[in-house]
């Protein structure tokens, strides 16, 4: 596949900008009792297989929150078959009856192939509507207008939008090469957007979520090469002898943490946006690899064996010493710095298996999120750091797995029948 066309005919109306009073930051700590419709034809364009597939992507994103306790809509009563788009067409105390708290209505339309979406969230208690919605777009924006409104949810109840409008980069081999793909956050709509026939590793987006870098073999030598998601265009932006991997985009600009070996050791470089080296962060004789950007874009975590066992260290992009960040296990690796800055993700080995790990830049807090049978690696955050996506074997394949950011909540995302790892998440498209 050489290029990649995204649907963009999306439009998104406010209707009723409204910021709830309710305070909710931590999935199991006040769980909200929800009550989600299924959507109601604004007209006599009906399509009952649309308004489910609305139901089940919106409802698959509220349940990866935690956030909510959903009311069995076998329970529901008369205004559950009700439009009531506006306040006033709504049943509140029915709603109330049932428990709900919060309250998922909408209705859609579909005329000459033009989809059109009107969704709602309203407070039961406060018998308001707190978020109001009108998406037009093609049928085939049924999920993206889902996966939106579940964004907007989160920003209504937490003050910060949720992460479904984006897409997981990772690597399967399912083609029988190790080739890049991208799905939605659910897993769905999987795309290869690679055909090196080679090796493709360790994908990263940019702060735009436009471009993606990848280490390929594809011209014998581990390089690292940059794509355009939407027009397919592909460049290789460092060719030199040795190792050009674990490349880290910045997040705030266009500059690109890796690790090269041209001189013969592993150690960490900062590349400007067209290739050119810009500074080297590292130099010691033991192995240096896998980057990665505090959200500021001042400090880098990565791995070294300069005390002997693999660890984790911390280095201002200034240049200076490094410091050491992990002091427990032997084999700390591919460590992730949330976007907000507050842990940093990773994988550390005991026994023959690895689990993930969260400590604080400063040290403190180290604890480890993942138990049971099989690996967890290669820990990734979600845009707005509430989310994890990994890669485990617990199944017996290697497949994609997100969890909250307290560990709880594991899913697997990925199908298909090949090995899938080395995942990424991207910005909000």
């Not at 309710?22 to 297989?49: C, F, H, K, W, Y």
């Not at 049932?98 to 309203?122: C, D, N, T």
């Not at 590793?201 to 436009?210: E, I, K, Q, V, W």
């Not at 002997?308 to 911390?314: D, K, Q, T």
């Amino acid at each position: 596949m050489t290029r990649l066309i995204l649907p963009l005919l999306l439009l998104l109306v406010l209707v009723t900008p409204a910021w709830s009073a309710i305070e909710i930051s931590a999935p199991g700590q006040q769980q909200i009792p929800l009550a989600l419709t299924v959507l109601q034809p604004l007209d006599d364009g009906r399509n009952p297989a649309l308004a489910e597939e609305f139901n089940q992507v919106l409802s698959w994103d509220l349940e990866l929150t935690g956030l909510f306790s959903r009311i069995d809509p076998r329970a529901f009563l008369a205004d559950a078959g009700r439009l009531g788009l506006l306040s006033i067409d709504v049943d509140f105390a029915e709603w109330r009856l049932l428990g709900a708290e919060m309250l998922i209505k909408g209705g859609y339309s579909l005329r000459g192939g033009q989809l059109v979406v009107e969704a709602r969230l309203f407070d039961v208690r406060a018998r308001r509507l707190l978020n109001g919605r009108r998406y037009v777009g093609k049928p085939g924006d049924v999920r993206r207008i889902a996966h939106a409104f579940a964004d907007q949810i989160l920003k209504s109840l937490t003050g910060s939008l949720g992460p479904f409008s984006s897409r997981l980069a990772y690597i399967s081999d399912q083609s029988g090469r190790k080739e890049l793909y991208l799905m939605e956050v659910d897993g769905h709509k999987p795309v290869r957007i690679t055909n090196h026939r080679s090796i493709v590793l360790n994908p990263d987006f940019s702060a735009d979520g436009r471009r993606v870098i990848f280490t390929s073999y594809r011209a014998g030598n581990p390089d690292l090469y940059q794509r355009d998601i939407f027009s397919g265009r592909e460049s290789r932006l460092s060719a030199r002898r040795g190792l050009n991997v674990g490349g880290r985009f910045s997040p705030q600009d266009d500059r690109i943490a890796l690790t090269l070996s041209k001189d013969g050791n592993s150690e960490i470089y900062l590349l400007n946006g067209d290739g050119g080296i810009s500074r080297r962060l590292t130099r010691y004789w033991g192995i240096d690899i896998d980057p990665t950007w505090s959200p500021d874009g001042d400090r880098i975590a990565f791995v070294s064996n300069r005390r002997g066992n693999p660890h984790i260290f911390l280095l201002s992009t200034a240049g200076g010493d490094p410091q050491r960040l992990t002091l427990n296990g032997k084999y700390n690796v591919t460590p992730a710095w949330s976007p907000k800055g507050d842990w940093i993700a990773f994988s550390r080995k005991e026994g023959s298996l690895f689990d993930i790990y969260l400590i604080r830049p400063d040290g403190s807090e180290e604890r480890r999120l993942t138990f049971g049978p099989g690996n967890k690696e290669h820990p990734r955050w979600s845009p707005d750091g509430r989310f994890l996506v990994y890669s485990s074997d617990e199944s017996g394949r290697k497949a994609i797995y997100l969890m909250r950011a307290d560990g709880s909540g594991s899913v697997k995302v990925s199908g298909g029948s090949g090995n899938c790892n080395h995942p990424a998440w991207s910005p909000r498209w």
